[in-house]
Nanobody
Framework: VPLVESGGGLVQPGGSLRLSCAPS????????MSWYRQAPGKERELVAS????????NYSDSVKGRFTISRDGVRNMLYLQMDNLKPEDTAVYFC????????????WGRGTQVTVSS
């Protein structure tokens, strides 16, 4: 698996989680990176994306102001800080490499489950 996500879990509404994505066997400092999510019965949707230098980020309207995407070029890691979580954020979250701000690349992880429930 080229990308490995971690950090998911069960959290109460209003809580926070930090997801991490680590590549397996390659560096992604030169790749556009994104987080996607897929809820049961729904299509996979783009949550957030970040340019190679990290200076430009994009968010879906549903998470804007609550989620923060970041990358660490030294540690070769991608992160998604999720604050003020809502039940509708419940989904499997996937890391993606090599896409654009509107379309995914071909490199995916297996995903990490995030469940927001009281």
């Amino acid at each position: 698996v080229p990308l490995v996500e971690s950090g998911g879990g069960l959290v109460q509404p209003g809580g926070s989680l930090r997801l991490s994505c680590a590549p397996s066997g390659f560096r992604f400092s030169w790749l556009y990176m994104s987080w996607y999510r897929q809820a049961p019965g729904k299509e996979r949707e783009l949550v957030a994306s970040i340019t190679t230098t990290g200076d430009i980020t994009n968010y879906s309207d549903s998470v804007k102001g609550r989620f923060t995407i970041s990358r660490d070029g030294v540690r070769n890691m991608l992160y998604l800080q999720m604050d003020n979580l809502k039940p509708e954020d419940t989904a499997v979250y996937f890391c993606n490499a090599g896409g654009t701000d509107s379309d995914p690349g071909q490199t995916w992880g297996r995903g990490t489950q995030v469940t927001v429930s009281s």
